[in-house]
């Protein structure tokens, strides 16, 4: 059974970087879109960036689009999030995911496997 396990989480202030990590156990992820969401306080889950499952093709959130950069190490079974520019708005909890396809969407019903997730918090 795929367990996907986030870490790299905390708190920073804003314009910081931080960088998320999720290690992949009981499964290989390499023929499989992965993504990132995030769901703030009161808010719902909202779609962050997705790769396909070779790692070229890449999509963001507008609200993260040039701050944000998705990179998956398949060798080693893990997926990243690079959070540069980090503004108070991207507090949330983060999770990643493993899609049913090689290529991911948008949409978190396209997604199986979840991480337990990691907070982030930005201070203003």
């Known amino acids: 059974q795929l367990q996907l396990v986030e870490s790299g989480g905390g708190l920073v202030q804003s314009g910081g970087s931080l960088r998320l990590s999720c290690a992949a156990s009981?499964?290989?992820?390499?023929?499989?879109?992965v993504a990132w969401f995030r769901q703030a306080p009161g808010k719902g889950l909202e779609w962050v960036s997705n790769?396909?499952?070779?790692?070229?093709?890449?999509y963001y959130a507008d609200s993260v689009k040039g701050r944000f950069t998705i990179s998956r190490d398949n060798a080693k079974n893990t997926l990243y999030l690079q959070m540069n520019s980090l503004k108070p708005d991207d507090t949330a909890v983060y999770y990643c995911t493993k899609a049913r396809e090689r290529v991911g969407v948008r949409a978190a019903g396209g997604y199986d496997y979840w991480g337990q997730g990691t907070q982030v918090t930005v201070s203003s």
């Open positions: 790769s396909n499952s070779g790692g070229d093709t890449t």
């Open positions: 009981g499964s290989n992820l390499d023929r499989y879109a």
